[in-house]
């Protein structure tokens, strides 16, 4: 029998962008955002600075150095097995992140294939059964059944089935496999 | 009504590596091998060093000076309007090719998106509605109406819709439309 198709996002989803804005911010500014400022808000709106958020995207190193999620390893190790597993990452606004991204998954995750990781701008093309996505542009064009995986900007979404976290998507996905 | 989508691929369908190949050839070895030369076998096989390929594609610079494919950008000018045209591109073997892949595409299609640019490892999760490809394995797996665009290697096949240049594929896909 054919595996079903997951299309699992990077930032949010398997790499923990919101804490490294976090660390970076008070690095650069000395100031601590909690993580309970960001909720419910766009990133770019949550730090006192618009701009820190894009000068970040835009710096060399960022993406090369996220923290990855946490359980986010583990999870992956055991669908691996039961799907077929593609990193699904908008890359392409940032193009340096382009290379970062691809090394960055290349050491976290180095069971996935190169042949399993897409960059790619809007999700809207993307044929899997399933996607993972933080950001409700990229589900709302999504063919296939869509999880929202929880992030501080998405918390009052009730638009989606909701992932809260890594421990909690492995038996919600092998349920539908 | 919605614009129905097509992928097309970069190397030897926007991007001339063909003729790239030859010109690498001749430039490192003084050997010119014709394009007869190249039909109807794997690329890899066409030359005399056997690893040359393998060594032009991860060369730094290869993929930011290949030729367009001609009539490619005339022929995009004409769809662009009419359908919604994404780039896919199997650049995920070669990690170096991304960023020259997205900046070659920037410097020769500036009318593209970077939404509508994908990088990828196989093409088997493309969800558009028709692809246009020089290689069998990618149309093999595509789920929409497959177009194969002639490149010397693949001139024997006859298993999908033939498009044999540029200036031939417009009206046909406008056919389609």
Chains 1, 2 share one sequence.
Request: with cysteine; glycine share 4%; proline share 5%.
């Amino acid at each position: 029998m054919r595996k079903k198709s997951i299309a699992i996002d990077m930032d949010n989803v398997i790499a923990d962008v919101e804490t490294h804005y976090i660390n970076w911010y008070e690095k650069e500014t000395g100031i601590r955002i909690s993580k309970e400022t960001l909720k419910g808000i766009p990133e770019t709106e949550a730090f006192p600075d618009k701009q820190a958020i894009r000068r970040f995207l835009t710096t060399p190193g960022f993406f090369q150095t996220v923290p990855v999620m946490p359980g986010a390893k583990d999870a992956l190790l055991k669908l691996h097995p039961i799907f077929d597993i593609y990193i699904v990452s908008a890359a392409m606004e940032f193009p340096q992140s382009l290379t970062e991204k691809k090394s960055w998954l290349q050491e976290h995750f180095p069971f996935i294939s190169w042949k399993n990781i897409v960059f790619c701008g809007d999700k809207s093309i993307i044929g899997t059964d399933f996607m993972i996505d933080d950001l409700l542009k990229n589900l709302d064009t999504f063919k296939g059944k869509a999880f929202l995986f929880t992030a501080s900007h998405n918390i009052n979404i009730d638009k989606y089935t909701r992932i809260r976290n890594w421990e909690e998507a492995v038996p919600l996905l092998i349920a539908e496999k």
